[in-house]
Each structure stands twice: as C-alpha cells, then as structure tokens.
C-alpha cells in the first residue's frame, strides 16, 4: 500500500508564510507527477501547483511568484513554500502523487493525502 501525508499547515497571517511537505511512503517503485490541490469551503479542489520526475514546474496563475514547488526524489518528498500569503489562499491543501508500484508494469496510479489546513488571516 502507499501513503502520502502532508504536513506543514497552519494559521498564518496575511503576508506571512508557510512551508508544506508531502512524504510518500510505503510500495513505491517510482513516483511520477507530484502535486499540490486546494480546497477552499463551498469551491471545488483546484490545482495549485504540479512538478515532474525531472523538475518541471506548473502554477495556476493565481499562486505564480508567491508558490514554488520543489521534490525531493531520494526521499519520495514535494514541498510547498507558500510566501506572502492571501486570505483567499485559506484553503485545504491536498498532495498528489503518480505513482508506479511495480517494476513489472509501467503503470501508475492517483494518490492522494488527507490534506493540511492552511488558514490566513487578514
């Protein structure tokens, strides 16, 4: 089985910052894409930022300049650095992973963490 479990969250004020991490764990052979979901109360989970086995990035518009994700592949690790935070960035944040199981098929399946809370106030 895998696990993914997030932590890092927090109650932070507007302008402050944060630093998610998302571990894997479990029978991994490899992971894929990793990435980083929200969702805020009454809204629909939405992708936040996403990265490759190789490093290349992707943001919504909305986080460009104030997130970066980075992962760390040795230790089956994506991170969050939220910076100058926005009270409309209160949200549940959720880790995403593709991961590969067996070296016996290259596919690879969705999964997902229990999420972390983040909460800005103004």
């Known amino acids: 089985q895998v696990q993914l479990v997030e932590s890092g969250g927090g109650l932070v004020q507007a302008g402050g910052s944060l630093r998610l991490s998302c571990a894997a764990s479990g029978s991994i052979f490899s992971i894929n894409d990793m990435g980083w979901y929200r969702q805020a109360p009454g809204k629909q989970r939405e992708l936040v930022a996403s990265i490759t086995r190789g490093g290349i990035t992707n943001y919504v518009d909305s986080v460009k300049g104030r997130f970066t994700i980075s992962r760390d592949n040795a230790k089956n690790t994506v991170f969050l650095q939220i910076n100058s935070l926005k009270p409309e960035d209160t949200a549940v944040y959720y880790c995403?992973?593709?991961?590969?199981?067996?070296?016996?098929?290259?596919?690879?399946?969705?999964?997902w963490g229990q999420g972390t809370q983040v909460t800005v106030s103004s």
């Open positions: 995403r992973g593709e991961i590969r199981t067996s070296r016996w098929t290259s596919a690879s399946s969705i999964y």
